[in-house]
């Protein structure tokens, strides 16, 4: 398969911020996962993928051509970006709507397309309210909406789970992976390696700008497992669902605080495996979870070694 997208010695510094260091780096079509710790500079790959930096050196192409001010390939991109800034008094609906207008779109296919993605993405009951009235969780799943709605080839979503409880989560793993299924080239930005597990096998890993390995998601997740994890989780009964990780091997520690626990553990695989079956049992009520930024960052400093 030929590379959607290909970077050559490619640098973008800010001052003296070196964000991007000399990538050399072929996407193919399908998923791929976009991992590293906050400050990786994950968005700004991104971000030059989009056209939206231009290099300070080297040279990225998307679909074979330089994307800066190219509106061909912009055409053919949808972007989820981190961070949002909506318009006021606005609703999920027009929103999704007129950034499909701005597209191009004429008034009948915006209307369309817009309806179909807030349902794609599970806002239709929610899509006529003003977007203030919404939870953070909502507020993802439009943006990620916005970024459906065209008929785009490449999908950038940096972040894309961010701000949703587990069954959004679940929900966001499963619309990726059809996504994927569908024929679409998929760029999934995340610091959380269990996230990229659960949506693609293709990944690749970025530290302090560089790229410190790419490939298959299992054997990153093999040097991983290696550094114990903390997982913080936030739910109505944090004691009780301590006690089903209390007496496991892999547990190393476990603290409590303000509704949340903290399980540090050695196998994250099997500690997410069992939070998931003990959700879908209704077992635990979990609000969220998430694993604490300077825990994974002290995992890449272990595999820089």
């Not at 800066?68 to 606005?90: A, H, K, Q, S």
């Not at 999920?92 to 349902?119: H, P, T």
Request: hydrophobic share 40%.
């Amino acid at each position: 398969m030929s590379a959607i997208i290909q970077a050559e010695a490619l640098s973008k510094w800010f001052g003296e911020v070196v964000a991007v260091n000399n990538l050399d780096v072929a996407i193919e079509p399908g998923v791929t996962g976009l991992l590293g710790p906050n400050g990786a500079g994950k968005s700004t790959f991104i971000k030059l993928a989009l056209g939206l930096y231009s290099p300070s050196r080297g040279v990225i192409t998307v679909f074979g051509e330089a994307p800066r001010n190219n509106m061909d390939v912009l055409r053919r991109i949808g972007y989820c970006p981190e961070f949002d800034r909506f318009p006021d008094n606005t609703t999920g609906y027009e929103f999704v709507y007129w950034m499909n207008r701005f597209y191009g779109m004429a008034s009948g296919e915006a209307a369309k397309r817009a309806e179909d993605a807030c349902e794609r993405v599970r806002m239709t009951e929610r899509m006529d309210d003003v977007i203030e009235t919404y939870s953070r969780g909502m507020r993802q799943r439009i943006k990620i909406a916005q970024a459906l709605a065209p008929p785009a080839d490449l999908l950038f979503l940096d972040e894309p789970m961010a701000g949703l409880d587990p069954e959004g989560r679940e929900e966001m793993f499963a619309l990726i992976r059809e996504l994927g299924a569908e024929g679409r080239t998929v760029i999934v930005s995340s610091h959380i390696l269990y996230e990229i597990e659960r949506v693609t096998n293709h990944m690749v890993l970025l530290h302090n700008g560089c790229i410190l390995a790419r490939g298959k998601v299992q054997d990153v997740r093999e040097m991983m497992d290696e550094h114990p994890l903390a997982v913080t989780v936030e739910c109505a009964s944090p004691r009780k669902l301590a006690s089903h990780f209390a007496q496991e091997n892999a547990t190393l520690s476990i603290a409590f605080e303000d509704g949340r626990v903290t399980v540090r553990t050695r196998d994250p695989n099997g500690f997410f495996d069992k939070l998931n079956q003990l959700i879908a049992e209704n077992a635990v009520d979990v609000s969220s979870f998430a694993c604490a930024d300077a825990d994974l960052q002290s995992v890449f400093q272990y595999l820089v070694r």
